[in-house]
């Protein structure tokens, strides 16, 4: 069974910095693309990064490029989400999330179940 | 960026009922589109990708259709499990890969 569990999560002010983990288990976690999903509170889903398999490209959102960085450690099937510069905006549940396909981004089939984010003074 | 336009924003059917909820592109996506059903409190669940495959364990009352820039999710007949916010995603044309804003789907 595939789990993904997000933790990291945190009230802190803006300006401020914060990092997210998120734990694989329950699959081959070096052969998927992963993404970080946000979604703020009563709002609906906004994609913010993906990683590729090996770490060498990474992708943002516009909103997020320059202060989110996104990273991987294969060998200990975990994924990061380095947020710096955090804003009010950036308040949300994060997601971690799976590719369904190991070659192509297809979907996202599998999603933990969120680390809460709040900026707030 | 593509924005995707989901209606209509809320609906309202009884059991028994059909569905049908539409997602239209800004910019044609080919059949590059998925389909989530997102129950309160709960993470997403992939429900159709490619715009008509159906994920693995999702019952056959859903189905998705369309390409280019229209296209649809259609729930058979309802029931009252079914009952979310329902958000479709591209994947044609990215970063970012947007979803849109959003039906929540009431079952009465």
């Known amino acids: 069974e595939v789990q993904l569990v997000e933790s990291g999560g945190a009230v802190v002010q803006p300006g401020g910095s914060l990092r997210l983990s998120c734990v694989a288990s329950?699959?081959?976690?070096?052969?998927?693309?992963m993404h970080w999903v946000r979604q703020a509170p009563g709002k609906g889903l906004e994609w913010v990064s993906l990683?590729?398999?090996?770490?060498?490209?990474?992708f943002y959102a516009d909103s997020v490029r320059g202060r989110f960085t996104i990273s991987r450690d294969n060998n200990k099937n975990s994924l990061y989400l380095e947020m710096n510069s955090l804003r009010a905006e950036d308040t949300a549940l994060y997601y971690c999330?799976?590719?369904?396909?190991?070659?192509?981004?297809?979907?996202?089939?599998?999603w933990g179940q969120g680390t809460l984010v709040t900026v707030s003074s | 960026e593509i924005v995707l336009t989901q209606s209509p924003a809320t609906l309202s059917l009884s059991p028994g009922e059909r569905a049908t909820l539409s997602c239209r592109a800004s910019?044609?996506?080919?059949?590059?589109l998925a389909w989530y059903q997102q129950k309160r409190g709960q993470a997403p669940r992939l429900l159709i990708y490619?715009?008509?495959k159906r994920a693995t364990g999702i019952a056959a009352r859903f189905s998705g259709s369309g390409s280019g820039t229209d296209f649809t999710l259609t729930i058979s007949s309802l029931e009252p499990d079914d009952s979310a916010v329902y958000y479709c995603?591209?994947?044609?044309?990215?970063?970012?890969?947007?979803f849109g804003q959003g039906t929540k789907l009431e079952i009465k």
């Open positions: 999330a799976k590719d369904l396909e190991t070659t192509v981004t297809t979907g996202l089939s599998d």
């Open positions: 329950g699959f081959t976690f070096e052969d998927y693309t």
């Open positions: 990683i590729t398999l090996d770490g060498g490209s990474t």
């Open positions: 910019q044609s996506v080919s059949s590059y």
């Open positions: 490619d715009a008509s």
């Open positions: 995603q591209q994947r044609s044309n990215w970063p970012p890969y947007s």
